[in-house]
């Protein structure tokens, strides 16, 4: 049984330079499934990735020998579910470099995490008046929620702008501060378009206003090393599915100082000290945003997820989608009458891309025909689409099991489809 107050060791890289993707997609089983006759060619992982063999195994051992609900019961089970499940937020909490695993909650993902600071931290602190800063970037889960909480409280939203590569513009968004603002979430990576922002200088100026940062990180973690330390980010968010994880399970990073001053966002079960008809009193952080039965069998997957990735290496993850990345944008650039939307200096390996004459949804349904798997629409994120003149896109997006012979793939697919249109 693993001790409650064991050090976690660091995963070692099983890979020092350059991937070896032969050996990474077999321990992918659904990458052999056929499409009709033809084989797989999974480009859709900016909405959720693939999982491991590893990770599936972890799975079926905790349903087969480890399922019992965590906290309070002293029989052996319920015992190692909890030493599992707080296993797995000590490794979410090394994975970002958290100061403490108290300051990593277990949410039901990126949208939960954002809502749960909406309410707990926005509905305590934000009066009539006060602004918010997003940007034109964000996903919808960090722009609903607080026009919500805009229109409940009075409050102003103010949205930084973008340039036409699809960059913010940094000195827009430095103007926008006043005596007003107090907040800013913002995303790290664009799932529409792949920019990375620059989070940390960003951060850095909020913070010389007094003005806490919230970051969407859904898009980041999965191909970047996230240091929530050297960011000095007040919350980050994100989820296992786009992790190879499993859907269902998100986290919140949040400044123990801050979480310890938030109202609880849910009540229930698990998040109280006591209750009496006249008083309740809540637990200690993390638990105190904890309510009710925890997604446990997906938290113990998302601490396995995360031992894959880091066995894998992420800089060797960065590097080798950077690579299929430059290589996507070359082939594209070279089909006429294709068009990048959005080619920021600094992105990951996200390219969301029109075809004079035709409709993302046809081109996405003709790919499918080949076994191509792409995602079609406005992805979340329909300002970007407005700043950008354009309905909807077609979005490739990979991850570090991806290779080059996919993106051929990619290319003869699209190529087929100018065929069938024009």
């Not at 998302?302 to 989608?321: K, P, R, T, W």
Request: with cysteine.
């Amino acid at each position: 049984m693993v001790s409650a107050n064991a050090t976690l060791a660091k995963v070692t890289p099983r890979i020092n330079t350059i991937l070896d993707t032969d050996k990474i997609r077999a321990d992918f089983p659904i990458l052999d499934i056929k499409v009709g006759n033809k084989p797989l060619v999974y480009l859709d992982n900016a909405a959720s990735s693939q999982m491991p063999q590893q990770v599936i195994d972890r799975l079926v051992r905790y349903q087969t020998a480890q399922h019992a609900n965590i906290n309070r019961a002293v029989h052996y089970l319920s015992e190692v579910a909890t030493l599992e499940y707080e296993h797995a937020r000590r490794r979410v909490q090394q994975f970002v470099n958290a100061q403490e695993d108290r300051e990593i909650i277990f949410t039901s993902g990126t949208t939960d995490s954002i809502n749960l600071v909406m309410h707990g931290y926005g509905r305590k602190f934000i009066e009539a008046g006060d602004e918010i800063i997003l940007t034109t970037l964000e996903h919808h889960s960090n722009i609903v929620p607080w026009q919500m909480l805009a229109k409940e409280k009075d409050a102003v939203i103010r949205v930084v702008p973008i340039n036409d590569a699809g960059e913010l513009d940094i000195d827009a968004y430095e103007k926008l501060f006043n005596e007003r603002t107090k907040f800013v979430s913002l995303i790290h990576v664009s799932n529409a378009l792949g920019t990375i922002n620059p989070v940390k200088q960003m951060i850095a100026y909020a913070h010389q206003q007094n003005v806490p940062v919230l970051i969407d990180g859904a898009q980041a973690t999965p191909h970047m090393t996230v240091d929530v330390q050297d960011l000095d980010c007040d919350f980050y968010v994100f989820s296992a599915h786009k992790l190879c994880g499993p859907t269902g399970i998100g986290m919140l990073y949040g400044k123990a100082a801050l979480l310890e001053a938030m109202q609880p966002y849910k009540g229930g079960g698990d998040m109280i000290a006591s209750v009496t008809f006249e008083e309740t009193t809540y637990a200690d952080i993390p638990h105190k945003f904890e309510a009710g039965t925890p997604p446990i069998a997906a938290a113990i997957g998302f601490g396995a997820a995360i031992d894959y990735l880091c066995s894998v290496g992420m800089d060797q993850i960065a590097a080798h989608e950077l690579d299929l990345l430059n290589y996507a944008t070359e082939q594209i650039n070279e089909i006429k009458g294709a068009s990048i939307i959005g080619t920021a200096a600094h992105k990951t390996a996200v390219i969301s891309f029109t075809l004079d004459g035709i409709h993302p949804h046809d081109i996405g349904t003709l790919l499918n025909e080949d076994g191509v798997a792409i995602r079609t629409g406005h992805h979340c994120a329909q300002p970007v689409m407005q700043r950008f003149n354009v309905p909807a896109t077609s979005r490739a997006s990979f991850a570090f099991y991806n290779n080059k012979t996919e993106v051929d793939a990619l290319i003869t697919g699209i190529r087929m489809v100018q065929k069938v249109f024009l």
